[in-house]
């Protein structure tokens, strides 16, 4: 078997018997345990149970009659991981922090609910920073994971452990969740596949962060990526955000035409620091087979936010979200999160208030440049490529309240559309000198996913990432 097939794929040799859901999760946890102490994209994994649940799974096929095997759940004995900051009934969560304790948890998201729905089999959890406040997946308790690309390197945050584990053919594919690039940063990094829904498109359960996060997937293919966001977009009526219903399912959009296309490209930052020339070369690059592919592309200035509207974000918002973090014990977060539950203590309540007023008003009139200035605007994923793995925990610990550059670089192009709710997708179109993946971001209008997926699928049926793979784990 193919560690790095689809999860369309594997599904599709499911229902037609020519794979068992033991044999892929067998093969599938041999690889973890070759590999993950090496690359630490898992943190917990059961395997007694991930097996049972196997067997289970081949039993209903073996039961089913042949022409039955069509009603089967769309991803029916596929594996997939959960992120660490995510609960699941019976599993820990100790959302990379040693502040939260290990205990299991009687909750299940919503997202999780929907992948069981779909057939997924859970295969452990993967790796992310404390409450997912960093760029990169570095953490006291389970150490740093690490670029399948390249060790010295960071994975990215904070779905670093997903985007590792699918890069290396450890999974898949990977549930994930984004509050400021959370799968695009790690996707971009890795050389894989990261599509963030727009807000209210999949049901989710962030205390606190109900306004920025979305849940979604990491994969290596666009089919996946759309087939998951079927599974995950079911419909919650407890949910606080609701997107309209989609014209047609998402798994119909690749290979769908949809008409020539008015793209932006943006190359500098709108936070102002420079940009690396290799992210530049990725935008520009992605330019050039979108115009091949008979778009037009044209250079773009968007209004963005305020800078008071930026601070008030970083410093204001985000530092109050921790006060619904599921910490048993705050004292032992990292030190720098535990200088920024400092910080909101000492904020008055309206100072949040008038923050959160402020980006509303000026999200409206960022939102409003989609269709009327552009269709889709293309941008660098991240401002720099992957920093060295640990560089960004160290630098936030010893120094909590001074500047932190590379990660404001990484987070440049990502963090206006978790404000914005703007859809976004990561694609790996540029490999740097040194060999690094390095991704270019599309952004489209509210709830616009399907022009991304149609978009996306053609770029990469032009440029072919999905055959790439690092290749001390292509054996």
Avoid at 109 to 134: H, I, K, Q
Wanted: aromatic share 6%; proline share 9%; glycine share 8%.
């Amino acid at each position: 078997m193919d560690p790095f097939s689809s999860a369309t794929d594997l599904a599709a040799a499911v229902r037609r018997r020519e794979l068992s859901p033991v044999e892929i999760v067998d093969t599938y946890l041999a690889r973890i345990t070759r590999h993950n102490d090496e690359l630490a994209a898992f943190t917990w994994i059961d395997e007694e149970a991930v097996r049972a649940a196997a067997r289970r799974a081949e039993q209903a096929v073996m039961d089913a009659a042949r022409d039955d095997l069509a009603v089967l759940p769309p991803f029916h004995g596929v594996p997939v991981p959960v992120k660490e900051l995510t609960q699941v009934e019976g599993q820990p969560a100790t959302y990379g922090s040693f502040g939260v304790d290990d205990r299991p948890r009687d909750l299940t998201e919503p997202v999780v609910s929907r992948l069981l729905d779909a057939g997924f089999l859970l295969m452990g959890r993967t790796n992310a920073p404390d409450m997912g406040l960093l760029s990169t997946t570095d953490n006291s308790r389970f150490g740093s994971t690490r670029n399948p690309w390249d060790p010295d390197r960071s994975s990215g945050g904070s779905s670093g452990g997903a985007a590792a584990a699918v890069a290396a053919g450890l999974a898949p594919v990977a549930h994930a969740n984004d509050g400021g690039g959370s799968i695009r940063m790690p996707s971009s990094s890795c050389g894989v596949v990261g599509l963030k829904p727009g807000r209210g498109r999949v049901p989710q359960h962030v205390p606190g962060w109900e306004h920025a996060t979305v849940e979604g997937a990491i994969t290596r293919t666009v089919r996946d990526a759309a087939a998951l966001l079927d599974v995950m977009s079911v419909p919650d009526r407890l949910a606080m955000y609701h997107a309209p219903a989609p014209e047609r399912p998402y798994a119909d959009e690749p290979g769908r035409d949809g008409g020539r296309l008015r793209i932006g490209l943006l190359t500098e930052a709108p936070t102002g620091l420079p940009v690396d020339p290799e992210c530049v070369a990725a935008a520009e690059h992605t330019a050039r087979l979108l115009t091949s592919l008979g778009h037009e592309v044209f250079p773009a200035s968007p209004s963005f936010f305020s800078e008071r509207a930026i601070i008030g974000y970083t410093q204001i918002v985000l530092d109050a979200a921790l006060w619904a973090a599921p910490y048993d014990r705050p004292e032992l977060a990292e030190p720098h999160l535990r200088f920024r539950m400092e910080r909101a203590a000492g904020r008055h309540c309206g100072e949040y208030t008038r923050a959160a007023t402020l980006l509303a008003e000026e999200s409206r009139a960022v939102r409003a440049q989609w269709g009327r200035d552009f269709d889709l605007l293309l941008t660098p994923t991240m401002a720099c490529p992957p920093p060295p793995v640990d560089a960004l925990l160290k630098e936030a610990n010893s120094d909590p309240g001074g500047p932190r550059t590379t990660e404001t670089q990484m987070i440049s192009f990502t963090a206006i559309c978790n404000i914005t709710g703007l859809p976004a997708v990561s694609l790996p179109t540029h490999t740097s000198a040194d060999g690094l993946p390095i991704g270019s971001q599309l952004v489209a209008g509210p709830w616009d996913e399907a022009a991304l997926l149609r978009v996306a699928a053609e770029l990469e049926l032009l440029d072919g990432w999905p055959d790439r793979h690092p290749a001390r784990f292509a054996g």
